[in-house]
């Protein structure tokens, strides 16, 4: 962790014009449209008429589910490149099914992500080297199952929102013109589950990831994608 280059002179927007992270909203965007696509030409209450060994439908048993998962955290960290961005979270989410459709979720992840170093924060300000910036993320989640208490061949997709914290590591380097610091972030997302089992499921999320950055002399809301696989093993208690 820290500086990976020596110092060198390299203008921000020279940097900048190299930083090339994902569409987040699109991301997004696309996925929601497909969870809602799936669901408008059949609603549960398509289950009549289907002899029960062959409905689409399945019950998802009630529980808590463990999903360990991996992710890429993309974005351009922000006007200055300074804040963490373009690099692999892992981690861990615990679910509980509170009801039928909802469900809360708890997520404990860790990163190790690109940041940029500057001498200044001013326009065209000096990039003095690339470090890996070291950050934790813990946040908790509401969760909306679009397809109910149940799948639909196997399919379970969801629209959901977290509110989290994170702190990253400090950087000597900084020389105090920027410090990430503790944030608090939000955390819309889309995603979807594909059941093999009952009790084992794949997880999907895409999701927006919303801080803001603050600098000597001024704040910004930066927004980073959030794009997450994992695999999911449900028990009971």
């Given at each position: ?51 029960p060994g062959s409905s689409p439908y399945r019950d998802i048993p009630k529980g808590h589910t463990f999903t360990p998962f991996a992710a890429y ?20 989410r615990y679910d509980i099914r509170t009801g039928s459709t909802i469900q809360m979720g708890l997520l404990l992840g860790h990163g190790e992500m ?14 003095t080297g690339l470090a890996d910036q070291s950050t934790t993320f813990v946040e908790a989640d509401i969760q909306l199952n679009l397809t109910g ?89």
């Open positions: 962790m820290g500086e990976r280059f020596g110092k060198r002179t390299v203008t921000l927007n020279e940097v900048k014009g190299t930083i090339s992270g994902m569409a987040p909203f699109a991301a997004l965007r696309v996925t929601v449209t497909l969870a809602l696509a799936l669901l408008a030409p059949r609603a549960l209450p398509a289950q009549v008429g289907h002899p955290f993309a974005g351009d960290g922000g006007r200055f490149g300074v804040a963490p961005h373009n690099g692999q979270v892992y981690g861990f690109d940041r940029l170093i500057l001498d200044s924060l001013v326009a065209g300000g000096v990039v208490g149940k799948t639909w061949n196997r399919l379970a997709p969801f629209i959901g929102t977290g509110i989290g914290l994170a702190w990253a590591e400090d950087i000597p380097a900084d020389r105090g013109v920027f410090e990430l610091g503790t944030k608090f972030y939000f955390a819309p997302h889309a995603g979807l589950r594909v059941f093999v089992t009952d009790r084992i499921h794949l997880r999907g999320d895409a999701r927006l990831i919303f801080w803001k950055l603050d600098y000597p002399n001024s704040s910004e809301w930066d927004t980073s994608g959030w794009y997450q696989a994992g695999l999911g093993f449900g028990f009971s208690l």
